[in-house]
C-alpha cells in the first residue's frame, strides 16, 4: 500500500437516535440517505413520525427521486433541516434490520472521500444487484373514464380494455399485448386521454429458492405403528417400495426432499399423492441456500516445516504491534499453510475471516483446499454468481453464519460484524484494482483502512511483493516476515535464457528448438508443461504485404486481434468483432501476413508438433462460463491434460504437482513497455510462471526466450533475488519521483470530438497551474488515443507525500471539475479521476 495517511473516521454517533443539544429528542428528525447514482451528495429526507422507531443506519428505505421510486441506504440520521429546499418523506422502510453494519458505512465513506467518486457510485459496485431494488412503471385503470373507447385506434383500444378488466398492466404486460417493445407513445396518447394514469413501485428481485420436503406423519414416530404399517399386506406395492425408500434416505441423509425420494423409488408423483391422500407422508415447502454448504468442521492434517513454523510464529508476534504483515515467501514455500493456521486461530475465537484473492480463476483450487480443513465455514463469492446467489451469501455473512470467506476485490464489501482477519494473497497483483467503472479503488489499500474499523489484522502475501508494499517494511510501517525456503526440501527450477535473436528465421520465433526438445522429454517422463505467452487470440494483427495497410477497429485507435477459432478479428478494447479480410481495401492485394503470437498459435502449433499431447488453453476466451476455470484446473490436477498454454491467468499461485517445465515464449513483450513499473511487473511474471515448475521434486526447468538477454532483469530472475530488483528499482523510483515516494493522480479528459477533450484538459490545466505547475505532467495524449468512439487526453500529478498538500490538491480537482461542467462547451466531456493508478 502505498503510505496513506488515514483518518478513520468515527461513526458512532450516526447511530444513536437524533436528539437536541438539552438532551431532549428533536420535533423533527431527517435521514442522509445512499442512493446508487453518482450525485455530487447524498441528500436528505425527512423521516415522518411512523417510522421514527423503526429507521435504523445501514437500512434501506424506499424513496422518490424526480418522480421515480429507489431504494436507498440510511447514512446517519440528523436533526438539523437542509436549508433552501423542503426534504420530501421517505416513503417506506423495507428492512427490519441493516444490510450494513457501521463499519461498511465508514468504508464507503473512505473510499469515496479517498478515491474522489460518490458514495452513491459505492454502493452500486457494493451491494448485489437484487438488493438494489429497480422501479417499476405500472399503468392504473382511471375509474371515472366513462369506458367510451370510441376516439381510440386500435393499439390504444386493446391496451384499454385490458386496463378495463385487470386495472392494473405492467410495462412489459403492455409490451406482450401489442407484441412490440416501443410502446410510450401508446402510454402517452392513453393517458392524455385520461384512459390511465401511471405510478412507480419498487420491484423486490430476490426470491428465495424452496424445495419440496416430505416428512413422515407424527403418529408413525411411535415404532408400532410404524411396524404396523410396514406389515399392513393390504398396501399397494409400490407405495410400499416408497414408503421404505422414505424411510432409508431419512435414515441416511437426516431429510428427504421430494425428487430425491421419486428418484431412488422409481415412483411417479401420483403414486406419491396416495400415501399423503392416506395421511402417512406430507409434504412441506422449505426456504433452502442455492449454494450447498458442506457440514462445519475444522481439521488440520498437516504440520508446518520449522521455516514456516518460525514464520508463522513471527506474524503471530508482529500482530501484537502491527495490524499489517507483510509475508515475503518464495514460490512453493507453503505459504498457504500458514493461512490456514492463522485461519484455524481465528475461527476458534468465533472471528471471521476475508481471504482476497486478485483472480476468479484462484478460487476453484483455493476453495477445495479450504473445505478439506474448514468445511461449511467457508464460502465462495465473486462476479460469476448469479445476483441470488450473492444476496444470499451477502445474509449469511452479514448473520455470522460464514466464518471464512474467499474472494476476489468484490468480497472487500460484504456485510463481515466480527471481522479478524483478512488475507491478501498475491497481494502485488493489479487485478486488486478496480479500473471501470468508478469507484477506482485498489483492494489491498481499502482493506488496510479497513481492518482498522474492527482492530483486526491483515496478512499481505506474495513471492514478488510490490515495491510501495515492501517499502512500507523498510520503514517499518508494516511488518516483515519471510519464508526463504521451499516447501519439502524442493529447490527453484533451473532457468534457461534462449537468445532468439541468434536464431535465423524469417518469422517471429514462436517454439525455439531447445524449448521443443525439452516438451518432447518432459513429455516422455509423463510429466506436465506450462507454456506462458500474455496475448490472446491467434494473431495480434495482420498486415498487408503489398501496401502495409493493417486492419484497426472502427471505433479504437488500435489494430485488430485475429481469432482463428471463430474466424473474427475482435477488438479487444471495445469487443466489437469484425469479419476476417482476405483483400486489401487500400491498395486490393491478396497477399497478408500475420505479426506475432496469441495463445490460440501456440495451441495450434503444439497441436502439429507434437502427436497424442493433450492440450489446454487457459485464457480469457476460454475462461468465461461459470464453471470453466474449476473444470480446467481439476483436468490438470489430475494429468489429463499434458501441457497448458495460457496468459497471465497461469501464473497467479496455482499449484500443480506434476510440471516440470515452464516455457516463457516472448519475455520481450514483458520487458519492453511503456510504465514506470516495467522492470517489478516483468520479474514479478516471470518469476511468477517459473514458480510454478518442480514444486514438488527438484527437476524443474524454466526456459525463457529472449532477444535482449543482456537486460538487468533477467540477472534477477535467473537468480530469483527480489531484494536485487527491490534495490535495483527503488533507485530509480527514487530519481525521477514515483510511488513509494509520491503520490500519483491521473485525469482523463474523453470526448468524441478531439479537439474539445484537448481544450478541456488545457483550461484545467491553466486552472490549477497555480498551485500544482511543478507537479503536472500533461495533457497528453495515450498510447491509444480513441477508445469507443472518445478521444483521450491524460494529465498526471506527482504529489509529495503530504497530507494537506494532497487533500488541497484533490479539492482543487472537484472545484475544476465543477467548473469545467459548468460550461456547457464542455459538459458533455468526461472527466475520469484515478487515485494511486496502477
Known sequence: MTEKEIENTDASNNIHPPVMGDGRESDNVYAEII???????????????????????????????KNKRYAGIIKKIITQKPEGFEPKPILNILDDEPQLHAQQLQLWQWIADYYMCSEGEVMQAAMPANLKLSSETILVWNEVHNEDFSDLNDREYIIAEALNIRKELKIGEVQQLLDASHVYPVIKSLIEKNVCHVWEELKEKYKEKTETYIVLHPQYHDEDKLADLLNSSTR????????????????????????????????????????????????????????????????????????????????????????????????ASGKTQIYIKLMEQFIRQDKQVLYMLPEIALTAQVVRRLQKHFGGYIAVYHSKFNANERVEIWNRIKSGELKVLLGARSALFLPFNNLGLIIADEEHDASYKQQDPAPRYHARDAAVYYVGLFHAKILLGSATPS???????????????ELKERFGDATHPSIDIIDISKISSKEKVLISEPLKEAIAATLAQRKQIILFQNRRGY??????????????????????????????MLCHYCGTEYPVLYSCPQCGSHDFKQRNFGTEKIEELVAETFEDVRIARMD???????????????????????????????????????????????????????????????FQLMEQVSGRAGRKDNNGKVMIQVSN?????????????????????????????????????????????????????????????????????GPAQPVVNRLRNKYLWDILLKLPKHTSLVARCKKEIEQQTAFLKFNKRYRSVDVIIDIDPV
Open 620 to 682: 480469457y476466451d476460454t475462461m468465461r462460463g461459470k464453471n470453466n476455470h474449476d473444470t480446467l484446473i481439476k483436468l490438470f490436477e489430475q494429468q489429463k491434460i499434458d501441457l497448458l498454454v495460457g496468459t497471465q491467468m497461469i501464473v497467479k499461485g496455482l499449484d500443480f504437482e506434476h510440471v516440470n517445465l515452464v516455457g516463457i515464449l516472448d519475455a520481450d513483450s514483458l520487458l519492453y513497455f511503456a510504465d514506470f513499473r516495467v522492470n517489478e511487473r516483468a
Open 35 to 65: 442512493i446508487p447514482f453518482a450525485l455530487p451528495k447524498n441528500y436528505t429526507w425527512s423521516v415522518p413520525d411512523s417510522f421514527r422507531n423503526a429507521i435504523k443506519p445501514g437500512a434501506r428505505v424506499e424513496v422518490m427521486l
Open 709 to 777: 538477454i543482456y537486460h538487468p532483469v533477467l540477472k534477477f530472475v535467473m537468480s530469483h533475488d527480489y531484494k536485487g530488483l527491490y534495490d535495483f528499482d527503488i533507485q530509480s523510483r527514487k530519481q525521477y519521483f514515483y510511488p513509494p515516494f509520491t503520490r500519483l493522480i491521473h485525469i482523463r479528459f474523453r470526448h468524441k470530438e478531439n479537439h474539445i477533450a484537448e481544450e478541456a484538459a488545457n483550461i484545467f490545466v491553466n486552472a490549477i497551474k497555480k498551485d500544482f505547475e511543478n507537479y503536472i505532467t
Open 236 to 331: 399397494a406395492p409400490k407405495q410400499m417400495e416408497l414408503l421404505l425408500s422414505y424411510l432409508h434416505l431419512i435414515k441416511e441423509e437426516g431429510e428427504v426432499t421430494q425428487p430425491s425420494l421419486l428418484k431412488k423409488s422409481n415412483a411417479s408423483a401420483a403414486q406419491l399423492k396416495g400415501l399423503m391422500d392416506k395421511n402417512i407422508l406430507f409434504a412441506e415447502k422449505r426456504s433452502v441456500n442455492r449454494i450447498r454448504s458442506l457440514p462445519k468442521n475444522v481439521f488440520i492434517d498437516f504440520t508446518l516445516s520449522s521455516a514456516q513454523q518460525n514464520a508463522f510464529e513471527s506474524v503471530q508476534k508482529s500482530f501484537e504491534e502491527k495490524n499489517v504483515c507483510l509475508l515475503h515467501g518464495i514460490t
Open 467 to 481: 515495491i510501495e508494499s515492501y517499502y512500507n517494511t523498510q520503514i517499518n510501517k508494516y511488518a516483515l516476515v
Open 539 to 568: 494473431t495480434p494483427y495482420l498486415i498487408c504485404n503489398v501496401c502495409g495497410w493493417i486492419p484497426q477497429c472502427r471505433n479504437c485507435d488500435v489494430t485488430l486481434t485475429y481469432h482463428k477459432a471463430k474466424n473474427k
